[in-house]
C-alpha cells in the first residue's frame, strides 16, 4: 500500500465535513464510491505519481463490489481523494487498506485521514486496520503513525510482502497494523 498524500490526521465525521477546499467556497464531500466513480479514482492514482498503478478495470471493480469499504472524497463534482481497501474474508474484524491518495489540489487538509475515518467509523465492527507501506515511504508511514496516535492505537510492523514475493524488482512491503483504536 503506498500513499500520495502526506497530512496527518484528526478524526472527524465525513458527513459533515465542514472543511471547504481550493476557492474556499466548494464543500468538500466523503461518500462510498459508485462505478461511475471509477475512472476518476484511477486518475487520482495515475497523477498521484508515488501509487502504484492498477488497471483501471480494478479501480471500477472496488467503486462497484467494494463500495462499502472504500470512499471518495470531492470538491463540488470532482473527485479528489479516495480510499480503497476490504475486510479480510478470514477475519472480517480487519480492515486491509489497499491505496489512499489525494489530489494535489485537496492536500495539507488531513483528508487522507478523514477518508480512513469514514470507513472505520461507519463499520464499528472493524477492530483493527493493516496496510502494506515500503520502508522508505515516509509520507505513509507519517499517515497511520499520526492516525493510529489521533485514535489511541497502536501500531506494530511486522513482515509482509518480501521483496522476492514480486516478479517485477518491487521492493518489500512490511506489513503496518493498527489495532485497539476508538471507533
Not at 474556499?24 to 459508485?34: E, Q
Not at 470512499?71 to 479516495?82: E, K
Amino acid at each position: 500500500m503506498t500513499i500520495s498524500d502526506g497530512t496527518s490526521t484528526t478524526p472527524t465525521n465525513p458527513a459533515t465535513a465542514d472543511a471547504a477546499a481550493g476557492d474556499g467556497a466548494t464543500p468538500l464531500t466523503i461518500r462510498p464510491p459508485t462505478v461511475d466513480d471509477g475512472g476518476a479514482m484511477w486518475r487520482v492514482a495515475r497523477d498521484s505519481g508515488s501509487l502504484d498503478l492498477n488497471s483501471s478495470y480494478s479501480y471500477l471493480l472496488l467503486a462497484d463490489h467494494f463500495s462499502a469499504t472504500c470512499r471518495i472524497a470531492l470538491l463540488g463534482d470532482d473527485v479528489v481523494g479516495f480510499v480503497t481497501g476490504y475486510r479480510l474474508p478470514a477475519d472480517p474484524s480487519r480492515y486491509f487498506l489497499w491505496q489512499v491518495a489525494v489530489d494535489e489540489r485537496a492536500r495539507g487538509r488531513r483528508l487522507a485521514g478523514r477518508l480512513i475515518d469514514a470507513v472505520i467509523d461507519e463499520q464499528p465492527e472493524i477492530t483493527s486496520l493493516v496496510t502494506t507501506v515500503t520502508e522508505d515511504n515516509a509520507a505513509s508511514r507519517r499517515v497511520f503513525r499520526r492516525w493510529s496516535e489521533d485514535r489511541d492505537a497502536t501500531l506494530t510492523e511486522v513482515s509482509g510482502f518480501e521483496a522476492h514475493h514480486f516478479p517485477d524488482g518491487h521492493e518489500a512491503e512490511p506489513l503496518l497494523v493498527i489495532e485497539g483504536f476508538r471507533n
